[in-house]
């Protein structure tokens, strides 16, 4: 177990409920996240791990219940709100602009300037740099600050979009299925990824279905179902199999699982 | 696992490695840079003797890609910013309408004729802007509306107030006027009466000018259309608000998660490209010192041409102004070269129809190679 987990939660999510017109999607889900911590979020399609993410990252406002973001309550008006805060997410598909440089879009909203008699330029030397310190860091391997995001693999791409955030001071880093679009090896570099953020100190919130990729880095785990929590256990006191039996809802995956000799 | 699969930053062998030379030439402005050796090489072979290379045939074909650099900056920064602006030539011919029923139907001081048409033609960018970001309709269908809007207009406008369609006499309004001469005037004409008088250009053999050079300096024209392309070039790639372009046109979503004022950057690229109809315009009503009703006509599509010819991407997101200024100097280049070669002017056309499809063609490959597109 991680020690830093022992510390007072970064942000704490109570009763949270969310309601589209008739549609429930949120019926009280409570959840604490650590500084430190991988907190993986488990569920099935339509679950409601992404209006639940959508709601701590400010894209929605809960019809019921608190947020509060370490210890005082939070009312976010809109996604600013909480990446000033330090809430940063990284989107499967909105991280990257293809066609612009590796470090165009590392500063992206946030470039780096410097007068030159008076007018303010964008600080290329300086955002080069950053940017290939950060990507060595992070263990890719550029040709140069100005290589086109779009020759970047998809796991390179969510990497940038991590190291991004964590350089911006993210405090809490929300991934919305990092994996799920990934081959094997870049899925392994993108969990990778993952543990070093954990390691510098801050939350990572961490989005799947996949209960093997939450096995290998997550410290605790909370499953979703149908709108409610299912609780969150510990690493090491939860085996894959109920992660899966609990994201499935039960019983009707026994059956499956049989006819399938239990691959899924 | 974690502990495990550390990845550290070793060369991946599936990135192959790129030559210094390879590199340098891999740039968006490319295939502009090929179509300009291209077609100079042309000319150079089969017109080198017909005066297009001489002190008058060069200010014709300098003043010809000058007009079409100059809104081609402008068409330039807003295809990147990821929009279209079809209402330039339209605003071209209403600009110097403007100016002209001003100062000769109003009889206002040049100078403050020059200075409404300036506001009240950004207004109007500002305004094609404006509706583009609030209703997020296609920019095509918006500036199409204005295009018709602005040239009913000055149809309109002098045949109620001159009953004619050509309003002339703004030269000798001007004469004296502070502001004219940026917009009409010429530089270095010291430096040009020198080279005359050391029979380095061509000078009058006889009549009122004996003695004095054929070309006496350099139009404003050709002086705005430069600061407009250092400004442009300096301002996409050197400063923070380029890079805002870039994301603009590139993912506008992407761009506004990230904090990028997107809205802000369209609608001042809207601005911008009425701002070089307008300098367009006030140069070709100083020059002519008259405005008529057809002024700008297809200049919209000329302007995008030159710039799909530099290498920008009709989609936004990707581009060069100095691949535009390139573009348009082979349009200027092309268009005036084929008259002093002699050729048949309906070939014109078909010129610029294949050097369109060759630039279009290279510069999709050569972006494919930076961004990886697929």
Redesign the interface.
Known sequence: MNSRTTHAPIIQMKGIEKHFGSVIALAGVSVDIFPGECHCLLGDNGAGKSTFIKTMSGVHKPTKGEILFEGHEMHFED??DA?TAGIATV?QD???????SVA?NF?????P?KKIAGI???D?KHADRVTMEE??Q????L?GPDQ?V???SGGERQTVAIARAVHFGAKVLILDEPTSALGVRQT??V??T???VRKQGIAVVFITHNVRHAM??GDRFTVLNRGKTLGTAQRGQIEPEELQDLMAGGQELVALEGSLGGTV | ???T????????ER?KE?SSLRRALIRPELGGICGTIAVFAFFLLFAHDSGMFNSQGVLNWSTVSAQFMIIAVGACLLMIAGEFDLSVGSMIGFAGMMIAIFSVTLGWPVWLAILVAFVLCLAIGALNGVIVVRTGLPSFIVTLATLFILRGFTIYFPQLLENKTIIGGIREQAEGDWLAPFFGGKILTGFFQFLGEHDLIATFERGSRQGEPVVDGIPMLIVWAILLIIFGHVLLT???F???I??SG??A???R????PVNRVKILMFTFTAFCATVFATCQVMEFGSAGADRGLLKEFEAIIAVVIGGA?LTG??GSVLGAALGALIFGVVQQGLFFAGVESSLFRVFLGVILLLAVILNTYIRRI????R
């Open positions: 996604p600013r990446i989107y909105l991280a990257m602009i293809p066609l612009m165009r500063f992206m909203g946030n470039e300037t303010s330029f964008f290329r990507m060595s992070m263990g890719i391997n040709r086109a779009g020759t970047l392994a570099n969990l990778a993952i543990d070093k290998a880095v | 696992m974690s502990e699969t550390q990845p550290k930053p070793v060369a991946d990135v790129m050197k400063t923070k380029g890079n805002w870039f994301a590139g993912d979503q992407a761009a998660y990230v904090g990028v991407l997101g990707y930076i961004t990886g597109e």
